[in-house]
């Protein structure tokens, strides 16, 4: 039997955080992005990386950046989702959204609220620009494995977001996403699935 051919694919991680970007703390987001697409992805993957301010316009042209001319496929973000004045990932990818897609925010703070009651404080979206899926996720770095993942195994189980990427990138015309079952089972219908 020949191993299956996985398209490559890539990904932007962004790491918005004034005290991460400036050297007050180390960031941990990026990795912790890295390391849960890293492990839950079949796909040879290619990391378009970045660690920037909590700057509206900053945020949005490294959006565009990502998207337009590296030609990410799919973006996460990580922090600044919450209410405080310097809190504008939202914003700044709504500004640069071909269409909004409130399913995963919706989804996202409801599976949150499994793990901490302030989850409802994040006002995080997500948006398809051009052939991307573009996600904002809390910036507590253990926020990204929570509402990427979910928790499958508890009864009855909580859904993980990336269960839906996958098709989603279909119907925009990026690369066939294939994961690990174990990390995350991804749904498609019959119809999508190509093995
Ligand atoms: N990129 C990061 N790397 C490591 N820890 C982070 C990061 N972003 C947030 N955290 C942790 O999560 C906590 C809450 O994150 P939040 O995004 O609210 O930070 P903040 O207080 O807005 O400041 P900043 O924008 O400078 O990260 C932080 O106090 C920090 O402990
Ligand atoms: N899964 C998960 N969601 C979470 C959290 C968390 O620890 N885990 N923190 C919450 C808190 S305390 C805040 S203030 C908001 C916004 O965080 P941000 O500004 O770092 O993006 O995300 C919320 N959502």
Not at 7 to 18: K, N, P, T
Not at 180 to 192: G, H, L, N, T
Request: overall charge negative.
């Amino acid at each position: 039997m020949t191993e299956p051919d996985y398209e490559s694919a890539r990904i932007g991680v962004v790491s918005v955080s004034d005290r991460a970007s400036s050297g007050v703390y180390e960031d941990a987001g990026i990795p912790a992005l890295k390391e849960w697409l890293g492990r839950a992805l079949k796909n040879p993957l290619e990391w378009e990386t970045r660690l920037i301010p909590d700057e509206q316009d900053t945020i949005s042209a490294t959006l565009t950046e990502l998207v337009d001319e590296a030609g990410c496929n799919l973006v996460l973000t990580t922090g600044g989702t919450g209410p405080a004045p310097r809190d504008v990932t939202p914003e700044a990818t709504l500004a640069v959204a071909d269409r909004v897609m409130p399913g995963f925010g919706e989804q996202m703070r409801q599976i949150s609220l499994t793990f901490v009651p302030t989850a409802i404080l994040s006002r995080q979206v997500a948006v398809v620009r051009g052939r991307a899926l573009l996600i904002n996720l809390p910036g507590q770095p253990k926020a990204i494995a929570e509402t990427l993942a979910g928790l499958p195994d508890a009864a009855p189980p909580v859904h993980g977001i990336f269960a839906a990427v996958p098709y989603c990138i279909d119907l925009i015309g990026g690369p066939y996403l294939e994961t690990y079952d174990e990390i995350c089972k991804a749904f498609r219908p019959k119809s999508a699935r190509r093995r």
